[in-house]
């Protein structure tokens, strides 16, 4: 599986943003998807997860409530929409794939993608 991340930019504080992750093949379904990100300097982090049929989805506490992961198999995408984003939500964001059912932890992802960078600023 190849991950295409996308949607990237600079954006002022209490702005939106919706990053997409495009994968190849037609295992997409198969797979669980998580997005991740890391700031300069610091451990890359969870971010959101969700599970193969969308009924799992989970989110670091920092992020509840503002960011919202979806996917369309149909189209091999999974999405973050990012809400009321904050200067302490600067980071390169990764999408992942996992064959584990659903998961937190990056050692549970198989394939990752490139990174998308997104900049808030205050």
């Known amino acids: 599986v190849q991950l295409q991340a996308s949607g990237g930019g600079l954006v002022q504080a209490g702005g939106s943003l919706r990053l997409s992750c495009a994968a190849s093949?037609?295992?997409?379904?198969?797979?669980?998807m998580g997005w991740f990100r890391q700031a300069p300097g610091k451990e890359r982090e969870f971010v959101a997860a969700?599970?193969?049929?969308?009924?799992?989805?989970y989110y670091a506490d920092s992020v509840k409530g503002r960011f919202t992961i979806s996917r369309d198999n149909a189209k091999n995408t999974v999405y973050l929409q990012m809400n009321s984003l904050k200067p302490e939500d600067t980071a390169v964001y990764y999408c992942?794939?996992?064959?584990?059912?659903?998961?937190?932890?990056?050692?549970?992802?198989?394939?990752w993608g490139q990174g998308t960078l997104v900049t808030v600023s205050s």
């Open positions: 969700i599970s193969r049929s969308s009924i799992g989805r």
């Open positions: 093949g037609r295992t997409f379904s198969m797979y669980a």
């Open positions: 992942a794939a996992g064959r584990s059912p659903v998961a937190i932890s990056p050692d549970e992802y198989d394939y």
